[in-house]
């Protein structure tokens, strides 16, 4: 085993595909992305021969005097897959980060993957996920919708909402308007546009990116950012005006994606994690006929030197009311200036 630097290879990404690792966070782009948008430095543990990978670890080195240093991965990332073949070979290589986390004076390490990576490792923090598989005919995965959302798809056309879809990254100003609006929501504060920036850099000029955005009555009322590598794709990032809500943008916009990643060859369209204690947004993905599986955030704590069941308790609800009042100005800037601090 060694650690490496993606970023340093001009031929990682082909080396993945050549491996089977169809991981869109495995790339080196998307490392290059949080690199330069967070100032993490990449720690990827690999294992194998040549251009072969029998094992691959993504791991982000954070070191922040704002809440210290540790590995994880990978930060930003909704779920980061450990890549093995041989399942054996999994708790050498968690050994081996445990070993380079102490070294470097971490505080923890976490690892967000979507399957387990040994018996009895407690759950850190748990979501869900969900899967649509794309290799069925179109009218197949439109009868496999629920009612309620093929009514909702109908209904934004009838209304003559128009769907635009931009590989280039020139609609992403229009994009981030309706995500610090949403994030004000939600009550917290929006990506620095840096990042979204860093994505047009990295991820839509070489073709791994695209922005789909509802058109309704000369206005773009909502957008969704999809990224994608090998067969498979991701919705990342949504936003929306709540003015037109009952126009259902948000349904025409994942129905078009379905349907271009379908015609596109892809496999799968992963709709990311969801909280579970986040009835709405579970109701929506599940709307869509996807496969509902489990999450599991692992933490281990380089103190204690175990896996820690839970996080401690946080009075989360009271700043994210705060943060829901709080101008969109002033919630950019606070974006800006703490990110890199909580990844």
Known sequence: MKWLNPIRDPDW???????GDESFFHTSEWAKVLNESFLYDPMYLSAGSGDRID?????????????????????????????????????????????????????????????????????????????????????????????????????????????????????????????????????????????????????????????????????????????????????????????YQNVRPNNLILWEAVQWYRAMGYETLNLGRTEFNNPGLLRFKRAWGARESSLNYLHYDLKAKAFLASPPASSGGLRTKCLTRTPVLLLRLAGKLLYRHAG
Request: net charge positive; glycine share 8%.
């Open 55 to 243: 094992l691959l670890m993504p791991m982000m080195e954070i070191r922040s005097r704002l809440t210290g240093a540790r590995g994880v991965s990978l930060p930003f990332t909704d779920f980061c897959p450990l890549f093995a073949r041989d399942k054996d070979a999994i708790p050498a290589a968690i050994q081996e980060a445990i070993d380079a986390g102490t070294k470097k004076g971490w505080k923890y390490l976490e690892w967000r993957s979507p399957e387990p990576l040994g018996e009895g490792i407690p759950s850190w923090i748990s979501f869900y996920v969900h899967q649509i598989d794309l290799r069925s005919p179109e009218e197949v995965l439109f009868a496999g919708l629920d009612d309620s959302n093929r009514r909702n798809i109908k209904k934004a056309r009838k209304a003559g909402m128009a769907i635009r879809i931009d590989r280039t990254g020139e609609t992403l100003e229009e994009f981030y308007r309706l995500n610090c609006l949403t994030r004000k929501r939600h009550g917290l504060p929006p990506q620095p546009y840096a990042f979204f920036n860093s994505t047009k850099k990295h991820l839509f000029s070489n073709g791994f990116a695209i922005i789909l955005s509802a058109i309704f009555e000369g206005r773009t009322i909502a957008a969704a950012v999809f990224f994608h590598f090998g067969k498979q794709a991701l919705f990342k990032y949504g936003a929306s005006d709540t003015r």
């Open 13 to 19: 990404d082909d080396r993945l595909l050549q491996n």
